[in-house]
């Protein structure tokens, strides 16, 4: 049984609040790729395996918006570009 104690709330919110900050820095990154698939993993088996929650909004959408963002930076990472770097190094005249 994996117990969730505030310490671990605040690491991982922390992570995922400081990963888009620091999107060069690729141990936060990767560290918040493998938050969000435990997270992903976590609420996917409480409504698959374990049956301890209904499948409703409130949720659902912590298994969207982690799947997506999973989806998202494997797939930056694969292709070996970061969409909001290079959005963020324009520089304005």
């Given at each position: ?26 141990s ?19 409504i ?38 290079t ?7």
């Amino acid at each position: 049984m994996l117990l969730t104690t505030s310490t671990t709330k605040r690491v991982f919110s922390s992570l995922r609040a400081n990963s888009p900050l620091n999107w060069s820095n690729s141990s936060i990154y990767d560290m918040a790729l493998l938050s969000y698939l435990i997270a992903f993993g976590h609420f996917t088996s409480e409504i698959c395996i374990f049956r301890t929650a209904k499948i409703n909004l409130p949720v659902l959408s912590p298994v969207i918006v982690s799947s997506t963002y999973f989806l998202n930076c494997s797939f930056e990472k694969l292709i070996g570009t970061h969409s909001y770097i290079t959005y963020l190094d324009v520089k304005t005249v």
